[in-house]
């Protein structure tokens, strides 16, 4: 039951560990990346609005609005956001896959070697003598 948990936590971290919005400049990113949508903030009354198709022609954003067709002026807009790349999220996220797959075959390496605590079913005597140690018996 917890296994199931663990990957669902797992693949919702995977999701938003690799991307994150930020701050972008409007003009240069747009231009470079041309993501499918941008959060809009307006200078007036703090509004943030999805933009969807984005695109920077000379001094205007232009864009999808909720199906229509929007032209903002850069000079109205205090800040354009995009989801973008999160190295270091992704990073973090791998090393925290890694330690749990690491983590985990230790833990199933350790207990599978004994059947009670303090007993050693691993050597040679053992499997010469199977009779001899009742105690390694599974």
């Given amino acids: 039951m917890w296994c199931g948990r663990f990957a669902a936590a797992g693949l919702l971290t995977g999701i938003t560990a690799c991307t994150s919005v930020r701050s972008v400049p409007p003009a240069i990113y747009l231009e470079d990346h041309a993501p499918p949508v941008v959060w809009v903030t307006y200078y007036a009354n703090n509004t943030v609005v999805p933009v969807a198709e984005p695109e920077v022609k000379r001094d205007t954003l232009r864009g999808l609005l909720q199906g229509a067709r929007v032209k ?18 992704t990073v973090l996220l791998a090393v ?19 059947n009670k605590p303090g007993v050693d079913c691993t050597g040679d005597e053992v499997t010469k003598h199977p009779d001899e140690h009742p105690e390694c018996e599974l």
Avoid: D, H, Q, W
Avoid at 72 to 89: Q, Y
Avoid at 105 to 110: L, R, S
């Fill in 72 to 89: 903002i002026p850069l000079s109205e807009i205090r800040t354009v956001e995009a989801k973008v790349p999160n190295r270091t999220g």
């Fill in 96 to 114: 925290g896959v890694g330690a749990g797959v690491v983590a985990t075959m230790y833990f199933a390496f350790i207990s599978g070697g004994t």
